[in-house]
C-alpha cells in the first residue's frame, strides 16, 4: 500500500471500488437474464457473493454493498418502489455472514471450503428473509418466503463459485487489515534477506 495513502483511505477507496463493481455486475447480470431468458421465475444476482467478499474484507460496512446491489437490481429490472425499498432494505440481510465469520474467524473461513460455503448460504438466507420481511412491511403475504427462497436459489450457487473461485486469489478473500499486516511482513522478511553487497 501506498506509504502516503492511510489505512482508512484504503478502505474508502475498496469500499467505493466494491460497490462499483456489484452495482456494474448487477446490472449486467440482470439485464442479460431479462433479454436471454424473459418471462422465467427465477433471478440471478452476484449481491450474495459482493456482500460476503466485503464482508471477509471489511466486516459490517459489507451492508452499504448490499443495499446499493439491491437498488442496482431494482433499477436494472424496472422495480416498482415498493420493490427497491424490499431490495435496498431487505439485502441487508446477507449480513447473517457475520456469524460464521465471527464464529469461525475469518481466516478459518477462507481456508475451508465448507465453511465458505456455510457463510455463503447465512448471507443468503439473510437476505431473503430480510427481503420477505421488509416485503410483509410493503404489504406482502407470509407466504411470500417460499417464492423469495426459491427464485433466488440460482444466486446462492452462483455466489458460491464466485467465491469459491475468490479464495484462490491472494488477499481478495481476506481480512484486508490481515492481508496487509502479512505483505508488510513478507516485505520486510524479503529485505532481511538480500545479501549485502561486501564490495
Known sequence: MNRNLTFAKYRLIDLFL??????????????????????????????????VLTAMR??????????????AFCAASGASASQFAVYAIGNIGALAAMMPLS?????????????TLVTVTAAYLG??????????????????IIRFLTTDALSLVFGAVILLIARKSDGLFEDQKT??????????AKKDDTPYDTE
Open 58 to 71: 471489511w466486516g459490517f460496512p459489507a451492508a452499504a454493498v448490499a443495499a446499493v446491489g439491491g437498488i
Open 127 to 144: 437476505a431473503e428473509c430480510g427481503r420477505w420481511l421488509v416485503s410483509l412491511c410493503c404489504g406482502g403475504q407470509p407466504a411470500d
Open 103 to 115: 464464529l469461525w474467524g475469518k481466516e478459518a473461513v477462507r481456508r475451508d471450503v465448507f465453511k
Open 179 to 188: 492481508y496487509l499486516f502479512r505483505l508488510q511482513k513478507e516485505k520486510e
Open 18 to 51: 466494491l460497490a462499483v463493481i456489484t452495482v456494474i455486475s448487477e446490472t449486467v447480470v440482470c439485464r442479460a437474464a431479462t433479454s436471454w431468458f424473459p418471462g422465467q421465475p427465477y433471478t440471478v444476482s452476484v449481491v450474495i457473493a459482493m456482500t
